[in-house]
């Protein structure tokens, strides 16, 4: 359990409150808000990473539920408060994490597949026919990858034996992880709303940008039955009530993808305006308005949120894969540091990468690339590189990704980035945020509440009962905490950026097909 300067209610006056769960990646947790949206109190809680096999990555669902049913108790208790103050619960979640359960047991019929799983590789190659990754791009915004959660639903049909048989029948459903969160708040077996927002949907490979429903030539494609699939409804509206324990009858009332629900929380509500969230990966979302901009350069179409019957606001999306999990690596796999704060300090102690370059592919490019046949490389090396000089290539590794994505996106958008608003765990590094405007050439602003994915969700749980008038009001919260400016020389910029570009070139093409 970690507890984060927690104030009871009582220092925040009365209330009424907002709750927000984010079932994440590595940890479920529930944040207490108040008016100011500022943090009442917080609860959160790991859940197991289960690794079959190289490649393969899963979650026990029903662990999750659980500790989703704990963190919410332990967030309402530290709070003092009761469910009568709590006017409405808001959801985010790991996106394209994929679960097929039974309905009339409520059991999963196996294990949630992570987006960060690479299982489905092959038959993502199959999809894709003699068209290849662009096959489903032009009504979904998406690059046919391992990462989406149609191909995983696909995968489960095909290997968990008899499936299919129940599926057709219509006795299973599939959820990402805000469905089956709603579904058993709302009640599971006994009644549960089964339903997604546009912004999972948008993740799901099945989904059509334009129309904003399941698009049914590509289910046919993918031999997905139809009877599997939530509804798909905004991200800021009331879908039911919690039906028991200590939030019973309060409404369910927001679910947005955890990216989705940072930009939301860090109110980018205009066009150009962007956020990237630094947690296990990494990801930049830049706001592009009411319409979809087709990406050319290797970035995702994605739906920003859609308030109630308001007309939906796209974004352009760059995703790293691994960040976070890079120190976390450099911790648990190779300790050479104990603790992730370690790393700033260990870096901090020599002036640069003394020539190294760590490109952290462990499950292939993700964008600008989308190479899953790249691995992790440290190029470079030479006897003079010390832990040190990985440790500051590690930070380095974080910054020169983002400013491929930051080019990708001006390419395609034709807005320059004007500032770069950031959160996440990685953001309390601060020799990391000074790395990262030196490489943008941009400043890089953090904000007071760095938990914007779940201020996110509980924004919009906000706006859809009336506990916020509307994003004007959002953008009156929203508070800056400390910002950075580039100090570094350009001709070191270009060099630096020039080398790592030479780095990322070396991961490339590393299993053959075959593998």
């Known amino acids: 359990m970690t507890d984060t300067h927690t104030t009871s209610a009582s220092s925040h006056g009365q209330g009424p409150f907002i709750a927000a769960i984010d079932q994440g990646t590595t940890s479920s947790r529930c944040i207490v ?35 989703v049913k704990e963190v919410v108790a332990g967030a309402i ?19 394209e994490t994929t679960l097929l359960w039974d309905k009339n047991t409520g059991e999963p019929v196996h294990n949630a597949i992570v987006w960060q799983d690479t299982r489905t590789d092959a038959l993502c190659r199959e999809l894709g026919r003699n068209v290849g990754q662009d096959r489903f791009r032009r009504e979904t915004g998406l690059p046919l990858a391992s990462y989406f959660a149609g191909p995983k639903i696909r995968w489960l049909l095909d290997n968990v034996e008899g499936l299919r048989e129940r599926a057709e029948a219509g006795d299973i459903l599939f959820g990402t992880m805000d469905s089956w969160v709603i579904w058993n ?24 940008l334009h129309t904003l429903d399941w698009d049914e030539k590509i289910l046919s494609s993918m031999d997905i039955p139809a009877a599997l699939l939530p509804r798909i409804r ?57 319409k979809p901009v087709n990406s050319y350069n290797g970035l995702l179409t994605t739906v920003g949120y859609r308030i109630g019957d308001e007309k939906p606001v796209y974004a352009l999306e760059g995703s790293i894969a691994v960040t976070g999990s890079l120190v976390q690596w450099m911790r648990d796999q190779m300790g050479l540091i104990n603790s992730a704060a370690e790393i700033e300090t260990l870096a901090s102690s020599v002036e640069d990468n003394g020539g190294a370059y760590f490109v952290p592919a462990f499950s292939g490019l993700f964008a600008p690339y989308w190479r899953s046949d790249a691995r992790g490389v440290i190029a470079g090396l030479t ?14 590794a974080t910054a020169w990704q983002t400013r491929e994505i930051v080019d990708a996106m001006t390419k395609d958008s034709g807005v320059e980035l004007t500032a770069l608003k950031v959160d996440g765990g990685m953001t309390s590094n601060n020799l990391l945020m000074q790395t990262l405007s ?12 760095a938990e914007t994915t779940c201020l996110g969700a509980a924004y919009a749980a906000g706006l859809a009962v009336g506990f916020w008038p509307d994003t004007d009001a959002l953008r009156a919260n929203w508070r800056r905490a400390a910002e950075w400016t580039p100090r570094m020389d350009a001709d070191v910029r270009d060099r630096e950026y020039k080398n790592w570009l030479k780095a990322v070139q070396r991961t490339m093409g590393w299993l053959d097909d075959e593998e």
Not at 77 to 87: F, G, L, N, R, S
Not at 241 to 254: N, R
């Open 185 to 208: 708040l709302t009640g599971g077996v006994n009644g549960g709303v089964h339903v997604t927002d546009v912004t999972n949907a948008s993740r799901t490979l099945l989904m059509n």
């Open 438 to 449: 030196d490489a943008l050439d941009a400043p890089v602003v953090r904000p007071m509440v």
């Open 33 to 67: 808000f108040d008016r100011d949206g500022r943090i009442v109190s917080v609860d959160q809680k790991e859940h197991e990473q289960i690794f079959p096999r190289p490649g393969w990555v899963e979650h026990n669902a029903t662990e999750i539920w659980e500790n």
């Open 383 to 396: 006897r003079y590189v010390t832990k040190a000089h990985i440790a500051r290539a590690v930070l380095e």
């Open 234 to 290: 905004s991200s800021a509206e009331v879908y039911g009530h919690t039906a028991e324990g200590v939030l019973a009858g309060v409404p369910v009332a927001s679910a947005l993808g955890d990216q989705q629900a940072a930009l939301f929380g860090q109110t980018c509500y205009s066009e150009g305006e962007a956020k990237s969230t630094y947690g296990t990966g990494t990801f930049l979302l830049m706001n592009t308005g009411e």
């Open 77 to 95: 208790t530290k709070a003092e408060i009761t469910a009568v103050d709590v006017k409405a619960i808001g959801i985010t979640n790991q996106r």
